[in-house]
């Protein structure tokens, strides 16, 4: 069984670019989370997402970022206009049910210059 | 609000020392807690968790970790390490049994060394 997939692994983007960043959950999970994970910190909660809703983004930057998790295809963390302290890793996790284990893929390191 | 401090940021022990990881918890509710360990550019794989029941709970590589709900502390513990054992460990805290919203706390490098 496949794991949580995250790409890129790594992502370089110039400040005020778009940056997308994508997870593909464990088959036949519908739960999804995106953690961001400064340097030197642990990881920061982002936003809950289930197949089509957003169930929690109380983590979530109230400006430039945006997730969602389509019916079909991968989640998907926006994030617009990125700036030098967007710089961070992203990690998604996806579980069953809300009260499972959750399984975290391998995040992406993004970096803005 | 929920929230974890973990004591030490950097441990490091002998190979063949007992590991020590310390983390304390504030919740409301009764919580669960979880700790995970991430190697170098990885992702994050749960070591163990405690939900319900025994307050010591066994995981995976030899950890094991004692809720305490007096000392509102979650240590994680191993016999004897490991070179393998190096990597950095998260202690974290839910209000449900699963990865819903998890508050990390900022984690503790382990060195283990010769």
């Known amino acids: 069984n496949a794991g949580v997939m995250q790409n890129p692994r790594h992502l370089v983007r110039r400040r005020g670019q778009e940056a997308r960043l994508r997870c593909s959950p464990v088959k036949g999970h519908s739960h999804v989370y995106w953690y961001r994970q400064l340097p030197e910190e642990g990881l920061k909660f982002m936003v809950y997402?289930?197949?089509?809703?957003?169930?929690?983004e109380s983590g979530m930057p109230k400006e430039r970022f945006s997730a969602e998790f389509p019916k079909e295809g991968p989640s998907i963390l926006r994030i617009q206009q990125v700036v030098r302290g967007d710089s961070a890793a992203y990690f998604c996790?996806?579980?069953?049910?809300?009260?499972?284990?959750?399984?975290f893929g391998q995040g992406t390191r993004l970096t803005v210059v | 609000a929920q929230s974890v401090t973990q004591l030490g940021s950097h441990v490091s022990v002998s190979e063949g020392a007992l590991v020590l990881l310390r983390c304390n918890y504030s919740s409301s509710v009764p919580p669960y807690l979880f700790w995970y360990v991430q190697y170098p550019n990885q992702g994050l794989q749960l070591l163990l968790k405690?939900?319900?029941?025994?307050?010591l709970v066994k995981g995976i590589n030899g950890f094991e970790a004692e809720f305490k709900k007096s000392e509102t502390s979650f240590h994680l513990t191993k016999p004897s390490a490991h070179m393998s054992d190096a990597a950095e460990y998260f202690c974290?805290?839910?209000?449900?049994?699963?990865?819903?919203?998890?508050?990390f706390g900022t984690g503790t490098q382990l060195k283990v060394e010769l």
């Open positions: 997402l289930q197949k089509e809703n957003i169930i929690d």
């Open positions: 974290a805290v839910s209000d449900t049994g699963g990865g819903n919203k998890l508050t």
């Open positions: 996790a996806s579980s069953g049910t809300s009260n499972t284990e959750a399984f």
């Open positions: 405690y939900t319900t029941g025994a307050t």
